[in-house]
């Protein structure tokens, strides 16, 4: 007789980055906060599920730049990767000095800021984490791009949203074979959207080879997802769910 195991995982996640030369990463990651780093992983944000870190690109639209999706969606405790398309730009937090050349410490009441990020260098990434007392469940919080505008005028200025936790629970229909997950939370008003992920391979990290991205049952906006004939299988899958990006089909 085969066994099939099938875990869900909430919104979990991974980024690996490489890591920049020590001169080049101290150049453009004075400014940096502790909760950023440049051309790396902060350890909060290492050894996570791969779906579960969104990259916003730091890019231009028409004559305009822009960070795309402008308004990403984390939940409490997650990570974003910052990722430089052309130039160089920073991803920075209410309070911080509003310093083009990145040149000094960050300052006290500075949210965060990714420093410097070239597109130049061999890693044109920094990735943050956002610890829940800074940035709670429910709330939007402004940033922008030091270098191309300021916290209330410019293009290149989003609100980073803090969804609440994701809940997610799974079923076994054993008639069907099927695999049914189902949860509650995450989303804000106006945009209660989901994707989901399914890893073929029994890896809980969802490396991008063997993950498929999929809708909830009915389309984004749906709170759950059948997996017909799943129970059949001798292969561990594993599920998570996610908030989906404003610039995800």
Same mark, same amino acid.
Request: hydrophobic share 30%; with cysteine.
């Given at each position: 007789?085969?066994?099939?195991?099938?875990?869900?995982?909430?919104?979990?996640?991974?980024?690996?980055?490489?890591?920049?030369?020590?001169?080049?990463?101290?150049?453009?990651?004075?400014?940096?906060?502790?909760?950023?780093?440049?051309?790396?992983?902060?350890?909060?944000?290492?050894?996570?599920?791969?779906?579960?870190?969104?990259?916003?690109?730091?890019?231009?639209?028409?004559?305009?730049?822009?960070?795309?999706?402008?308004?990403?969606?984390?939940?409490?405790?997650?990570?974003?990767?910052?990722?430089?398309?052309?130039?160089?730009?920073?991803?920075?937090?209410?309070?911080?000095?509003?310093?083009?050349?990145?040149?000094?410490?960050?300052?006290?009441?500075?949210?965060?800021?990714?420093?410097?990020?070239?597109?130049?260098?061999?890693?044109?990434?920094?990735?943050?984490?956002?610890?829940?007392?800074?940035?709670?469940?429910?709330?939007?919080? #402004?940033?922008?791009?030091?270098?191309? *505008?300021?916290? +209330? =005028?410019?293009?290149?200025? !989003?609100?980073?949203?803090? /969804? @609440?936790?994701?809940?997610?629970?799974?079923?076994?229909?054993?008639?069907?074979?099927?695999?049914?997950?189902?949860?509650?939370?995450?989303?804000?008003?106006?945009?209660?959207?989901?994707?989901?992920?399914?890893?073929?391979? #029994?890896?809980?990290?969802?490396?991008? *080879?063997?993950? +498929? =991205?999929?809708?909830?049952? !009915?389309?984004?906006?749906? /709170? @759950?997802?059948?997996?017909?004939?799943?129970?059949?299988?001798?292969?561990?899958?594993?599920?998570?769910?996610?908030?989906?990006?404003?610039?995800?089909?």
């Amino acid at each position: 007789m085969r066994h099939s195991v099938v875990k869900a995982l909430g919104y979990l996640a991974v980024v690996v980055v490489m890591a920049l030369g020590a001169t080049r990463a101290a150049a453009q990651s004075v400014c940096a906060t502790p909760s950023c780093t440049n051309g790396g992983t902060p350890t909060q944000c290492a050894n996570r599920a791969a779906p579960r870190t969104p990259t916003v690109m730091l890019t231009s639209s028409g004559v305009n730049f822009v960070f795309d999706p402008s308004n990403p969606k984390i939940e409490p405790g997650d990570c974003i990767t910052w990722k430089a398309a052309n130039v160089t730009h920073s991803s920075t937090g209410a309070g911080c000095a509003d310093d083009a050349t990145c040149g000094a410490p960050p300052i006290g009441g500075c949210q965060y800021d990714t420093g410097n990020i070239s597109s130049g260098a061999a890693n044109p990434t920094a990735t943050c984490f956002y610890d829940s007392g800074t940035f709670p469940a429910g709330t939007g919080q #402004g940033y922008y791009c030091r270098i191309h *505008a300021s916290p +209330t =005028t410019g293009t290149m200025r !989003g609100t980073l949203m803090v /969804t @609440t936790p994701i809940d997610l629970t799974l079923d076994k229909v054993i008639a069907t074979s099927s695999v049914k997950l189902s949860w509650t939370g995450g989303g804000v008003t106006g945009d209660v959207t989901y994707k989901v992920a399914k890893n073929s391979a #029994g890896d809980p990290l969802f490396p991008t *080879a063997t993950t +498929t =991205t999929l809708n909830p049952d !009915g389309g984004t906006t749906g /709170t @759950t997802f059948t997996d017909t004939g799943e129970l059949s299988s001798a292969t561990t899958k594993y599920y998570l769910v996610r908030n989906k990006q404003t610039n995800e089909p």
